[in-house]
């Protein structure tokens, strides 16, 4: 039999602030806040959470966000908001806005760095690559170069040696020497030989396909479509293939960030609903009210997701900038631990 767990009281004041994100009447109609009201909410949210702590109503050993959303029915901790000047529901507008949106803003962090990660890694590749092939032509450079020194010195010694063989009769000494002499290797730069040389075979071969593809077209045995076809597989095996490009990593999609945040809030709810539904621990009265509350979230969430797709925010575009520009002291205030 399943231990029962400390998160049912947490797991519920989730749900609660779910399901209030998502309710399109709490949230549809209220103004965005600004950045006036977002700094008021950073300056007494330290304290609401202070209070919570010390009136014991830590659900499950866990002080958070989503707990704190949870104590939207309490009527002392209601009480303590109206009395720090909170209209109620707004304090729980900017909770829950903010929390939403720091979550999907962290996932947008880390989708960053993972991106600048990949980004160096990749540049680190390339350049080493391009190191790789320049140590690569180098190496070229230096045999060919050694070779032909060596090629001219053997000429020369054998060109010396004819020349001062008295054994040779001159006429034939002399068709010797000029055979020799148009054997002579060339000199200067082997790099830029080798360019000569490529050259040429590049107009060789360019030559012989156009001879190919005239001879092709003078057939009058080949059916006009097979011609085109043979001709264009003779272009394709002659082209002078392209060295690939780097690949342009997308920018990231803000949309499908907040909807792979939701595809997990959505497995941890289904996940904490099994293990619910295995406890044996939970009366049956109390099981079947946790699941059905853990179902309006997922409903919530999936009305969110409609919204979404009919292009209506989930969270302003100014709350969310407010946010995001906030992101790191929101992190250290909703969870200091981390």
Do not use: C
Not at 134 to 148: L, P
Not at 154 to 161: F, H, L, V, Y
Not at 182 to 187: E, G, K, L, N, Y
Request: hydrophobic share 35%; net charge positive.
């Amino acid at each position: 039999m399943i231990k029962p767990r400390p998160f049912a009281g947490s797991l519920l004041a989730l749900l609660l602030s779910l399901a209030t994100l998502g309710d399109a009447s709490a949230h549809l109609n209220r103004k965005p806040f600004d950045e006036a009201e977002f700094n008021r909410f950073m300056s007494d949210y330290p304290a609401a959470s202070q209070w919570l702590s010390e009136k014991g109503r830590r659900y499950g050993g866990v002080n958070s966000p989503w707990v704190l959303s949870g104590m939207r029915y309490d009527r002392d901790f209601v009480k303590y908001l109206q009395e720090k000047g909170w209209e109620v529901e707004r304090f729980f507008y900017l909770l829950d806005h903010i929390n939403m949106g720091l979550l999907t803003s962290q996932a947008e962090a880390r989708h960053d760095a993972v991106r600048a990660r990949l980004n160096q890694q990749k540049e680190k590749m390339q350049t080493q690559m391009a190191e790789g092939q320049q140590q690569w032509q180098e190496q070229m450079r230096e045999q060919t170069r050694s070779s032909a020194e060596t090629a001219r010195a053997q000429w020369s010694a054998q060109r010396e040696r004819l020349a001062n063989d008295p054994n040779i009769p001159p006429p034939q000494k002399q068709r010797m020497l000029a055979q020799m002499d148009r054997a002579q290797p060339p000199a200067g730069d082997p790099s830029a030989q080798v360019g000569q040389q490529q050259a040429r075979m590049r107009q060789q071969q360019q030559a012989w396909l156009e001879e190919q593809k005239r001879q092709l077209m003078n057939n009058p045995t080949i059916p006009p479509q097979q011609k085109q076809e043979m001709m264009a597989r003779m272009e394709r095996s002659m082209a002078t293939p392209q060295p690939p490009r780097p690949q342009q990593t997308a920018a990231p999609d803000p949309v499908e960030q907040q909807e792979r945040v939701q595809a997990r809030q959505k497995q941890w709810i289904e996940e904490r609903m099994q293990e619910i539904r295995n406890n044996g621990m939970i009366p049956p009265a109390q099981k079947q009210q946790m699941l059905d509350q853990m179902q309006n979230s997922l409903n919530s969430l999936q009305t969110a997701a409609q919204r979404r797709q009919e292009g209506n925010e989930l969270i302003p575009s100014q709350e969310t900038t407010l946010i995001k520009n906030n992101r790191q002291k929101l992190t250290e205030m909703f969870f200091p631990e981390m």
